[in-house]
């Protein structure tokens, strides 16, 4: 943990469900989901990257945005320690096309976005990283 990553990820609800990637921790061999996002470059602005990551990794446009919150976020991944600052954005996405379909192809890199019912986050079902983000999805 030599450096403090930070980022911006965005909460899109829609009908009671969230929209996220999933990935695997191979070390912890855990199963997770995250909000869509990513890091804030130079001279960007939170807001800004928000905008950029989504239409990146989604081909979205990220609208009516509000910024909820910072968090702070310490954790392992993949055996490494990671520590990074978390701007906790909530929006929607102009293209409706989105909300239409379950599950979308990523344009950033293998596999899916997908709409999942936030009781299967709040239940314990899923688990959703930053941990924190749980608080911010009955908004």
Not at 62 to 79: P, S
Request: glycine share 8%; net charge positive.
């Amino acid at each position: 943990m030599n450096q403090i990553r930070v980022n911006a990820l965005c909460i899109f609800l829609f009908e009671g469900k969230v929209l996220v990637g999933k990935g695997t921790d191979p070390i912890k061999n855990q199963a997770f989901c995250r909000p869509f996002g990513g890091g804030i470059e130079a001279r960007e602005t939170s807001e800004q990257a928000v905008v950029r990551e989504i239409k990146e990794e989604l081909g979205a446009t990220a609208i009516n945005l509000k910024k909820l919150t910072v968090l702070e976020n310490i954790f392992g991944y993949r055996g490494k320690k990671m520590h990074e600052i978390t701007f906790l954005y909530k929006g929607d996405i102009l293209e409706k096309h989105f909300y239409e379909n379950q599950k979308f192809p990523r344009l950033d890199k293998d596999g899916f976005a997908e709409w999942i019912h936030v009781s299967d986050i709040l239940s314990g079902k899923l688990i959703l990283y930053p941990e924190k983000v749980r608080d911010y999805l009955v908004l």
